[in-house]
């Protein structure tokens, strides 16, 4: 909740909308998400978005080589 408005705070997304997943790693080029992460992203607590958000800059250095 955002503590001035009492509103949900808004669902921080790392899409950039280039969607294309990688077949070699099955992860998105663009966000470096699982298909499963991406679809399940609007209902995962925001625990479970902070670990993926942590572990994406690893997954990108996949998609580079």
Same mark, same amino acid.
């Given at each position: ?10 669902? &921080?997304? *790392?899409?950039?909308? @280039?969607? %294309?997943? $990688? *077949? %070699?790693?099955?992860?998105? %080029?663009?966000?470096?998400?699982? &298909? $499963? ?14 670990? @993926?958000?942590?572990? &994406? *800059?690893?997954?990108?250095?996949? &998609? @580079?080589?």
């Amino acid at each position: 909740m955002n503590a001035l408005s009492r509103e949900p705070s808004p669902i &921080l997304s *790392p899409c950039i909308q @280039v969607c %294309a997943i $990688d *077949p %070699a790693t099955g992860l998105c %080029a663009g966000c470096g998400r699982t &298909l $499963d992460e991406i679809a399940r992203w609007s209902s995962m607590s925001e625990q479970e978005r902070a670990r @993926v958000m942590q572990q &994406l *800059p690893a997954r990108k250095t996949e &998609l @580079v080589r």
